[in-house]
């Protein structure tokens, strides 16, 4: 046993170590079975010289304390009370996600379905942001409504699908890899040649948050 | 120096999770708060029940413990309060202890009282330690024993000691230490022999 560190242990005893090394030395005492089995000595020494006669000295006091302690959670993760509403949603959250990503896979399919075979390339017809911005100042104007309007289209915007590829990319969390590669193979197998006519990107990032 | 670093390091452990750190609160405080609590129930074995269950109570308790007292004025409140508890609950009169009344007084039978509860075993050992521990400090140098017993006995801290022993804070601080590893070593043979064996430290 180093000697330095039994001396340390005898002042940590006392509450005569500074702070600092006590933090270092409760670290150590508390996984190394052989120092505190001499901690627990030193409290003998002291028990005997206070002459506390009614006390057994060799009482498995500790023992019988840690034996229950066991069956109990660490407190580090026993201070906050558990949300029982969060266990309650936890079961459906992955069929949530499933249940997404197959709307998203649906939705994509059947839109790609309703593209003529020849009719290149890939359009959407999107409003630009100025538009989108005042489609909520439209519908206030007009009474509470549940049909979105829609907004009137300028020239129809292109979104090429290497951009919609991106987007899916993008989103891959949402989706199964089964149905993400089929969704990018029909991208891919309708790309148009004029690539050249693209939007700026910008525009279908800002639809895409 | 602040006062109950050690035992705070120790509760921060704790707080943060790690069991083994509480077993160091209570191999350290164990014998005292058995002590304590054999001022409300008579039998020791009753005691020691109990100053279990304060143990427990303090070790769930801890998360609302901030430090703004000493851990031991904490721990102890907690072990009267929990001897009190079991006394009005048992219908038991607490026992009449005279504080002032001086410990080594052979004519306080607790001796006798432990008979009833104590396996012959755990009276030979906890004998043995005595005895053991005993002898080592009577083997000690002056200065060793004197160091020694103004720190558990009167309870100084290093700072009085020194100006009592007229050296350095270091030197009381090693004095100790030696005493300690001096009588730690017969104490060692005691456990590590075949009575020591049967039993757990504790």
Known sequence: MNEELDSQLSAMFDDELPPAECELLARRL???EPLKARWGRYAIVGAVIRAERGVRLNAPLA???NAVLRAEPALAGHTAPRDLRHDRLRWWQPLAGAALAASV???????LRAQAPGEAPLTAHLAPPAALSAAPAAATARGDSYVVPVPKQPAGVTV???????YVVAHSMFSPPVARRNLLSAFMTSEPATSGTEEPQADVKGIAQ | MSADASDLSLVRRVQRGDKGAFDALVLKYQHKLVKLVMRYVRNPAEAEDIAQEAFIKAYRALPQFRGD??????LYRIAINTAK??????DR?????????NNNDESYDMQGRMKDSETPEGLVLTDEIRSTVNAAIDALPEDLRTAIVLRELEGLSYEEIAAA????????RSRIFRAREAIDRRLREVFEGGLGRAEELG
């Open chain 1, 105 to 111: 896979a649906a939705v994509s399919i059947l839109w």
């Open chain 1, 160 to 166: 090429p699908s290497t951009e919609l590829a991106n």
């Open chain 1, 63 to 65: 023992g019988r304390v």
């Open chain 2, 85 to 90: 508890n079991a006394v009005v609950s048992r």
């Open chain 2, 165 to 172: 022993m007229e050296c350095p804070v270091g030197t009381v």
């Open chain 2, 69 to 74: 007292s000493a851990f031991y004025t904490w």
């Open chain 1, 30 to 32: 508390s996984r190394d």
């Open chain 2, 93 to 101: 009169s607490p026992v009449e202890y005279d504080l002032d009344r």
